[in-house]
């Protein structure tokens, strides 16, 4: 069974830090992974898409990184802020899916000033 | 350029009515796919528009429908309704191809009671 898992559910940190959310999947032969920040009872925004051929995206302040032998992908949130404060979710697109977004459960970050 | 558009933005129904979302993906994408969160979770796949069809289906009863029109927007319709189809509905659109990703709108907050 494909599956998506993010460890911790919830982080709390102080204001500065840099810190690093994990999430890791079933299966090796994904098509792409993405990271979402959702803000409490909004919708997702896109962070970062990782296509299967790719170790690592970088968009700012944010960095993932991919290993599909392991099943693992870490989101790296350098100097964070208050305003990071979110729920971050990793999704994986599997071959042979052809719009099915698996969906982990998320982990809560609160950073404290 | 405008994202992703829900409508409405909240909803309360009773037991057994039956309701229609509506979405219209972001401007030049093709497909739509629709999701479930529950308070919580990470949202879960209900079914894939493309091309007007019905692409793909999560596991989702047939209470659950769709439909895509030919400017791409869809509508997701839930009839006889339950008090555990509360939840927030997002709609995300994308390409067709499996590399692509996925831009989310805000969702839907549908409250049966």
């Known amino acids: 069974k494909q599956e998506v898992t993010q460890i911790p559910a919830a982080l709390s940190v102080p204001e500065g830090e840099n810190l690093v959310l994990n999430c890791s999947f079933t299966?090796?032969?994904?098509?792409?992974l993405q990271w979402f920040r959702q803000d409490p009872g909004k919708g997702l925004t896109s962070l970062l898409l990782?296509?299967?051929?790719?170790r690592e995206q970088t968009s700012g302040r944010l960095n993932a990184s991919l290993d599909k032998s392991s099943g693992r992908s870490t989101l790296y949130i350098a100097a964070s802020q208050p305003g990071d404060s979110a729920t971050y979710l990793c999704a994986v697109k599997w071959g042979g899916s052809q719009g099915n977004l698996i969906f982990g459960k998320g982990t809560k970050l609160s950073v404290k000033p | 350029d405008a994202g992703v558009t829900q409508s409405p933005t909240h909803l309360i129904k009773t037991r057994g009515q039956q309701v229609t979302l509506r979405c219209s993906p972001k401007?030049?994408?093709?497909?739509v796919s629709w999701y479930q969160q529950a308070l919580g979770q990470g949202p879960q796949f209900i079914f894939q528009y493309y091309e007007e069809e019905e692409r793909q289906r999560g596991n989702f009863p047939d209470r659950f429908s769709g439909h895509q029109f030919p400017n791409y927007s869809s509508e997701l319709n839930v009839n006889a309704l339950l008090l555990g189809d509360s939840a927030l509905y997002l709609c995300?659109?994308?390409?067709?191809?499996?590399?692509?990703?996925?831009?989310f709108g805000s969702g839907t907050r549908l409250t049966v009671v």
């Open positions: 990782i296509q299967s051929s790719q």
């Open positions: 401007s030049g994408h093709d497909t």
């Open positions: 299966d090796s032969a994904i098509y792409n």
């Open positions: 995300a659109s994308s390409l067709g191809g499996p590399h692509y990703g996925y831009t």
